[in-house]
C-alpha cells in the first residue's frame, strides 16, 4: 500500500525576502516594527495585514461602546506617550492612536494590506522560514524571513466564536454577535440580554442602556466590579507639570 509523505516546501529563491516577518498589523504589529526599527537600524521587515485596514482589535469591532479593559499609561507604546485626558479610553480613540504612532514612525510604507497568511515552514538547511500568503486578489505568493513574527491576536477575524445555544432557530428577535456589529441595528425601546461577562459585556451593558427598554446580562460565573473613573487624575496632574516622556512613565508607575 501506499502512503502518501508531507514534503514541506522548499525555499524559493525567486520568494521576496526580508530579515523580519510580521504577522498582523495591530497594536503588537505596529509596536513591534518600531521597536525593531530603534533597536535595529537597518533590519529589513514586512507586516502582512490579513484585513484591509490596520488597527486590529481597534478596527474590528464596533459594537457601542467598545473601549479599553485597562488604562493607556500601561497598554500604550512605551515609545509614544499617552496624552490623551481619558485613561481608559475608547475604541475610535485607541485606533487613532495606532494610525497616528504609524505614521509618525513611517511603519505605513512596510504594511502589505490584503495579505493572509496561509502557511509557514522552517527549513534549517537554510535557516529560513517560508510563508505561503493569499492576496486579496486570490493569487498567493511567497515570503522568506529569518524570523517570523506573530502579532494576530488569539481569535478569528473572519468568525466570531459560537457556543451554538439549542434553539436559536426559535427565537424570534434578533440575535447579534458583537464582533460583527450591525451599523444600523436599532435597539431603542427593546429588550436586550448579554451573554457573558467579559470586558465586551461589561462595555456593551451601559452603554446600550442608554436606549433600550431594560438590558439584562447573563453570566455563568459569578463576577464583581469595581466602578473607577475613565480619568486619571494623577496621569493629568503630572502632564501639567512635567514633560510628555517623564510624565508618562511617572504615570505607568502610578498605574
Not at 27 to 38: D, E, F, K, P, T
Request: with cysteine; hydrophobic share 40%.
Amino acid at each position: 500500500m501506499a502512503t502518501a509523505v508531507h514534503q514541506p516546501p522548499t525555499v524559493d529563491e525567486a520568494a521576496e525576502h526580508v530579515d523580519v516577518l510580521i504577522v498582523g498589523a495591530g497594536m503588537s504589529g505596529i509596536g513591534c516594527a518600531v521597536h525593531l526599527q530603534r533597536a535595529l537600524p537597518g533590519t529589513s521587515y514586512t507586516i502582512l495585514e490579513a484585513r484591509e485596514a490596520i488597527g486590529g482589535t481597534w478596527d474590528l469591532f464596533r459594537y457601542p461602546g467598545i473601549r479599553s479593559d485597562s488604562d493607556l499609561h500601561t497598554y500604550g507604546f512605551d515609545f509614544k506617550p499617552w496624552v490623551d485626558e481619558q485613561s481608559i479610553a475608547d475604541g475610535p480613540a485607541i485606533l487613532d492612536y495606532i494610525q497616528e504612532t504609524a505614521r509618525e514612525y513611517d511603519v505605513e510604507r512596510h504594511i502589505r494590506l490584503g495579505h493572509k497568511v496561509r502557511s509557514a515552514a522552517w527549513s534549517s538547511d537554510a535557516a529560513r522560514w517560508t510563508v505561503e500568503v493569499e492576496r486579496a486578489d486570490g493569487d498567493h505568493t511567497l515570503f522568506t524571513c529569518d524570523w517570523l513574527f506573530a502579532a494576530g491576536g488569539y481569535y478569528r477575524y473572519d468568525r466570531g466564536y459560537d457556543p451554538g445555544f439549542a434553539g436559536t432557530e426559535r427565537f424570534g428577535g434578533e440575535l447579534v454577535h458583537p464582533q460583527f456589529w450591525p451599523q444600523d441595528l436599532d435597539y431603542a425601546g427593546k429588550r436586550v440580554v448579554v451573554i457573558g461577562s467579559g470586558a465586551t459585556a461589561v462595555t456593551l451593558v451601559p452603554a446600550m442602556a442608554e436606549d433600550a427598554a431594560h438590558v439584562t446580562m447573563l453570566q455563568r460565573t459569578p463576577t464583581y466590579v469595581v466602578s473607577l473613573p475613565k480619568y486619571d487624575w494623577i496621569a493629568n496632574v503630572l502632564k501639567r507639570w512635567l514633560e510628555p516622556r517623564r510624565a508618562y512613565d511617572s504615570s505607568w508607575l502610578s498605574s
